[in-house]
């Protein structure tokens, strides 16, 4: 078997808001931005990772969620409890002080980890975890 990553998810609160740090910020490509149905369907990726989509979507997108876990998904959004991403990255002491520059949430400066890797993390416009992860090599 011979699987493959195509699409991951991120909860966005607003779309423009998080097109504008995706985008704007992180430099990731805008794959689609398409309005079907009332909804808005909205990728975007890495240059480097062509046959990776990040799905940007509400969390009530599900139409088979019920109205009762709809709001309980808002409500972690709001929370910054839903899990985020993390993203490799060439330098981490760079990629932090661009984000920071660039007005990102800071939750943790780069570090190195016992794990092998620096990084350090941010919370993008909707309060997701975004962690930012360089390789110490092994």
Request: proline share 0%; net charge neutral; with cysteine.
């Given at each position: 078997m011979d699987?493959?990553?195509?699409?991951?998810f991120i909860a966005v609160h607003d779309h423009d808001k998080a097109l504008a740090f995706y985008r704007d910020v992180l430099g990731l490509e805008v794959r689609n931005d398409v309005?079907?149905?009332?909804?808005?369907?909205v990728t975007v990726g890495s240059p480097s990772q062509p046959d990776v989509d990040i799905v940007l979507e509400p969390p009530s997108a599900d139409p088979n969620a019920s109205p009762a876990d709809k709001q309980a998904l808002e409500e972690l959004l709001a929370k910054g409890m839903?899990?985020?991403v993390i993203?490799?990255?060439?330098?981490?002491d760079a990629t932090?002080?661009?984000l920071?520059?660039?007005g990102a949430e800071v939750?943790?400066?780069p570090i190195d980890q016992p794990y092998?890797?620096?990084?350090?993390a941010f919370r993008d416009p909707s309060g997701n975890l975004l962690r930012f992860s360089q390789s110490r090599g092994r």
């Open positions: 699987l493959k990553l195509s699409h991951c309005g079907f149905e009332g909804m808005r369907w839903l899990r985020g993203f490799a990255t060439g330098d981490c932090f002080e661009h920071r520059a660039a939750i943790q400066e092998g890797v620096r990084d350090c």
